[in-house]
């Protein structure tokens, strides 16, 4: 999954990058020539070599610079670049953005994920499925053909819900139930249909 990982970062990167280019250009009432441009993307690219999660394209950030610094257009390359990574997106299947949506819910809100263990206790506070589920939610195509389950301990499951439909991403959450005994919580995520669907 290091594959997706690194297109996830990529495609932050070339549409940030972007975007804070011509937010700038649009606040200008005057032309701005490629040498200025490739100043104000190198800018922002320094700030992004730093920041944590682009740990995995650091190097391609700095090429990215390197070759601004030798006069090169950045902004047509950057665009290249987030066309490429856009028809990668394009690629991808459920089982992908589900293991995107549990990334984030792990690297920005601390929820770990994991498969059930019929053998050992659910601990509160991590995201569980199994195997069966999985197989059964999901086709041979990766694409998810049913409501998938999940169950977490947790005393405010709506905060859970709260976050994955705030996402962004191609799952909605819904509350199913909360077991009084122990507090553990089941959440459907459904695909949200698109216009193909």
């Known amino acids: 999954m290091s594959k ?3 297109h996830q970062a990529f495609t932050n990167l070339t549409t940030l990058a972007l975007l804070h280019l011509y937010s700038y250009m649009d606040m200008s009432s005057r032309f701005i020539p490629i040498k200025k441009r490739n100043e104000l993307l190198i800018k922002f690219l320094k700030k ?3 920041l944590q999660g ?3 394209i650091k190097k391609d950030i700095k090429v990215l610079i ?4 030798k006069g090169n257009n950045i902004e047509k390359k950057l665009g290249k670049l987030h066309k490429v990574n856009c028809q990668y997106g394009e690629k991808f299947t459920d089982a992908d953005y589900l293991f995107i949506l549990l990334t984030y819910l792990y690297e920005e809100h601390g929820f770990e994920s994991a ?3 019929p053998d050992s206790q659910q601990e509160p506070g991590i995201i569980y499925t199994n195997s069966e589920l999985i197989d ?3 086709s041979e ?3 998810l053909s049913r409501p998938l389950p999940i169950s977490i301990i947790m005393n405010e499951p709506s905060q859970l819900v709260d976050i994955i439909n705030g996402h962004g ?3 909605i959450a819904e509350h199913l139930s909360t077991s009084i005994e122990n507090q553990c919580a089941t959440i459907l995520l459904h695909k949200i249909p698109t216009l193909e669907n």
């Open 4 to 6: 997706l990982r690194y």
């Open 48 to 50: 992004q070599i730093t």
């Open 54 to 56: 682009n740990a995995i």
């Open 66 to 69: 390197a070759q601004a610094r």
């Open 115 to 117: 498969l059930d263990n």
């Open 136 to 138: 059964t939610c999901f």
């Open 141 to 143: 195509e990766n694409a």
């Open 169 to 171: 991403g191609m799952f």
